[in-house]
Every structure is written in structure tokens, then in C-alpha cells.
């Protein structure tokens, strides 16, 4: 397993072949995801069944032949044993109640202890393990700003209002509430490693929101400790951080003790490779598989030809896979990859 494509990438050893999974492969645009979806209940009741969440995180390697699985989860599973209700709602999407307004709402928010809080996270990594042996399994954790971003907003949010104003107007708050998610994300992440995942993504998703000087002091800090803590760890475990549209925070995060950069399609590859010498996983619009194949060709080629400056290279799209996206595109994505990506 240790020397599986994936892991070599992450590592910058150069592997036969460009590796490649993607974001939010499990997802709505496999009828077989919608159908054991349905079985479930809720979405958050099939994160919480570890049978149906491995048979999920299982599919995309069957489908359309990924390289790697991810563990079948969602950022909000350890927000949930905090304290914190998540509903998705038709047309709105996730509402989180209560909102955090004061530093004592803060206080009473819980450290989840995985093994008691969150057993079948650990049993679905457990499960996925025992039937996945030839490839790696990606664990995963949203990361405090993307996290605090829900907490604050009380679900999605388009100007970040909540999450910049605390930030700003009340620091003691936002210290309080980012250290007890550093922790929170801390314990989950080492629990998943504990129960077996091969390497971990952590998702600041929302990270690209934020100016250069506000993200290295008001949030870098605590990504910084959640990372150095697991390398201090397991320093073997690879660790791939990823934002939406963050290009410009680059040479920050190059300071992060991580070993990939996930980057989406509105940031070039050669602008990235100029500000970071770590392994690059990404980076095609999701939009490119409603195109022609030839189209698609042209575009992973040209993704692949760059990358091959960089330590290593994951080949993702830039952001989650579009739920209407036909599977037989997203296999094509993937034949494709292997095809031009013979190194
Ligand atoms: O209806 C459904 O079936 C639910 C759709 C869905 C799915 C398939 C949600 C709701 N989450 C997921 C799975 C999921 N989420 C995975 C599984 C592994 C995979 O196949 O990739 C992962 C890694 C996530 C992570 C996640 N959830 C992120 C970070 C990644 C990203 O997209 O930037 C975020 C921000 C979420 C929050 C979330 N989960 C679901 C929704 C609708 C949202 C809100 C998104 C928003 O605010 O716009």
C-alpha cells in the first residue's frame, strides 16, 4: 500500500502513472448513491450507518475506477456531537441550530471523544478497510474556518458575514470558538488515522474568502497546530490541504507541514507550482464533464503536462462533482487520466 501511486504523488516520488480521485465522488450523480440513499433515511442517518456509508464510499471504485476511496462522511458528522442540530433543507441546505452568538455558547459546545461519540465513523473506516486492500482510503475534516463559517452563519452563506464580523468585532470569541474546533478536528482526524485511513484531506473549503493578511492571522494559527499536531504523530500519513478559489493564499499554506496543495481550476497550475514546491492535487472545472470527450482530452492533457513540474501530482477537479454530471463522462475522466498520465 505505501507505495500505491496516490501515496507516492503525495510524498513527491514520481509514480508509474497520474492518480487520480475525485471530490465528492460518492455523490448524487451515481443512481446506485441515490438508491442506498434513500434506503438510509436522512443524509446525516447514512453518515451514521457504517454498512450503507462503506457500500457508498466503496461505489466510485467499481463505477468508474478511482484510485483512491473517501470515507463516506460529511464535515458537519463531528459538529453534530458538539451540540450543534444539522437539518438539510429542501432549497436552503444545511441549517445548524443553535447559532453561536457568545462565548458562552462557545463553553457549552463538546470536544466529541471519537471512540465514544462517533463509533461508527471509526467502524465504517474499519469495514471500508477490510474490503478495500489494493488502494488507499482517504480520511477527512472540514477545517475551523470552514467550520466556524456554518457555526456562525447557522448554514451556507454567500458574504460570510457572520463568520468575518465575529472575527473582527469579537476576537475572544473567535479565538474560543477556532480552539475548540482545532481540537475537535484534531481528535477526529487522529481517530480516523488510529482506525486505519491511509492518507487525510483537510477541507478549509471556504478558506478563499478571506484576505491574505486576515487568513494568516486569524486562521492559519490554528491550521497550523491541528497539522503539526498529527505529523508530530504520524508523520508518515499524508496530509492534502484544499480550499475553493485560493490561489492567492498559496504561499501561506506552503508554510503548513502538509504535503499536497489542492488547487481548483481558477488557479494555474504554473502560477501554483511558482509559490509552493509541494505535491499539487487538482485541478479540472467539474463543468468540463458536460463537454465533448475531445474537449475533456484536451484539457486533462494539458492539466497532466503541467503538473509534471510539479513534486507530485493527484489529478482531481477543482471542486465536487456536479450531481448532474453523467458517470459515464466521470469514467471517461478517469480512462482518460491513466491513458495520457503514463509517467
Ligand atoms: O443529498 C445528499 O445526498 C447530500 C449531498 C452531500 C454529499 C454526497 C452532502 C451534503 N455531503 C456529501 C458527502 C461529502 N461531503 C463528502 C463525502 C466524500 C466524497 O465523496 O467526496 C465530503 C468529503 C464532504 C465534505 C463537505 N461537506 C464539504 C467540504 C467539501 C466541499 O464541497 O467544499 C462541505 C463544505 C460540506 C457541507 C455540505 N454537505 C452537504 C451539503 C449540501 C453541504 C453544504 C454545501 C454548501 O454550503 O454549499
New binding site residues.
Partial sequence: MKDHPILKAARGEKPDYVPIWI??????YSAKYREI?AKAGS?MDLCRNPELAAEVTLLPIHEIGVDAA???????VPVEKMGINIE?VSGK??VLSPVVKTVDDVETLKVPEPEEDLPYVIETIQLIKKKLTDRPLIG?S?APF?LASYILEGG?TKDYLAAKTTMWNNPLLWDKLMTRLSEVVTKYLISQIEAGVDLIQI?D?WMGVLSKEEYKTKVFPYTERIVNTIKGKYPEIPIIHFG?NSGHLIEINDKLNVDVIGLDWRTDIPFALSKTDKSIQGNLDPVTLFAEDYIIERKVGKIIEEGIAARGHIFNLG??ILPKTDPSKARFLVDTVHRLGKL
Fill in positions: 471530490m465528492r465522488q460518492a455523490g448524487r440513499r443524509f473517501i470515507l463516506f462522511s460529511d464535515i458537519f438539510f441546505g444545511p477527512f472540514g470552514t451556507s477541507f473549503s475553493v471542486h465536487g
